[in-house]
């Protein structure tokens, strides 16, 4: 669709409308969206040995080590070769942002910036197809029949710790996690943010500056 390579990172809290930013993205640009949790979930449901690595780590509750993202992440990036894309939920810190760099030259870092109160209430409404990750939320990304997945027809699930004060010590682990990482992407000038309280409201921001950045 577009002829210049752009490569770019989406940062967001669980619930802030990354998936849903980076399905249109990927739908108006065309870019490749490469998600960690994408991959790690594809690895688990098909027995991989990185997948049986992972899911000891979830597990136990426990985050996925870095040399496990890092070498997963950078070998999906080295597949995808001279394409656009969208970096989903990688670099998580400033060691993998670092290892990232000395490979790729990241073109922008798009940061999504939700009050923390909104999306304890969006989450709510969100609904999850398991085995692909796709998600809905009630009132804005319904699904076509209700408690149904669009593309398998299979029952829709709503996540253990999609509960309010779960979500919310989610929310201050992720600040805690994520901010060292904007600071160093601020830190190389990259940093773009787009704050609201609804992604119909985000969206048209992000589009117009990325079809300004393509279009350079």
Not at 102 to 110: S, Y
Request: aromatic share 8%; charged share 25%.
């Amino acid at each position: 669709m577009y002829t210049k390579i752009f490569r770019t990172v989406i940062i967001g809290a669980p619930g802030s409308g990354k998936g849903t930013i980076s399905e249109l993205i990927v739908k108006t640009f065309g870019f490749l969206h490469i998600s960690t949790g994408d991959i790690l979930r594809q690895n688990i449901l098909k027995n991989t040995d990185l997948g049986k690595r992972a899911q000891q780590y979830i597990a136990a509750g426990q985050l996925v080590p870095d040399d496990i993202v890092t070498k997963t992440m950078l070998g999906r990036i080295t597949e995808v070769g001279n394409k656009s894309y969208i970096l989903d939920g990688f670099p998580r810190n400033t060691a993998q942002a670092e290892a990232l760099a000395a490979r790729e030259q990241i073109d922008a870092v798009i940061t999504l910036n939700v009050p923390h109160d909104v999306i304890i209430d969006r989450v709510k409404d969100r609904w999850i197809h398991a085995p692909s990750g796709r998600v809905y939320n009630i009132g804005f990304h319904d699904p076509k029949v209700p408690g149904k997945d669009d593309v398998t027809g299979e029952p829709l699930t709503q996540r253990e710790d999609d509960k309010a004060e779960v979500v919310a010590k989610r929310l201050q682990l992720y600040d805690e996690l994520m901010s060292p990482v904007l600071a160093w992407y601020e830190q190389h000038g990259l940093v773009t943010t787009f704050s609201g309280r609804k992604t119909k409201e985000i969206w048209p921001r992000v589009e117009r500056f990325l079809r300004d950045k393509v279009n350079k």
